[in-house]
């Protein structure tokens, strides 16, 4: 019986060893996904704010011309 309770007790060790791993493996894994969705969030944001300004650029003639798309480059 002995044999049989040091068996168990050698797999009952090796599945706590496996867990803690397991368990290790989540968290580290979990911290990178929340530093990415972070990482998400500040590139979503720069890119509105990047669309707010090309739509204001779009939005305005170039001063004291009427469009710069419209003129004609010096070389012309």
Same mark, same amino acid.
């Given at each position: 019986m002995t044999?049989?309770?040091g068996h168990l007790r050698e797999e009952v060790a090796n599945l706590q060893a496996q867990l803690a791993f397991?368990?290790?493996a989540v968290a580290? @894994?979990?911290a990178t996904? &929340?530093?990415q969705q972070q990482d998400i969030l500040v590139l979503k944001r720069q890119i509105a704010l @990047?669309?707010?300004r090309q &739509?204001?650029?779009s939005e305005?003639?170039?001063e004291g011309t009427s469009s710069s798309l419209e003129?004609?480059?010096p070389h012309y």
């Open positions: 044999d049989q309770t397991q368990e290790d580290s @894994l979990d996904v &929340a530093a @990047l669309h707010e &739509a204001q650029f305005q003639p170039a003129e004609k480059p």
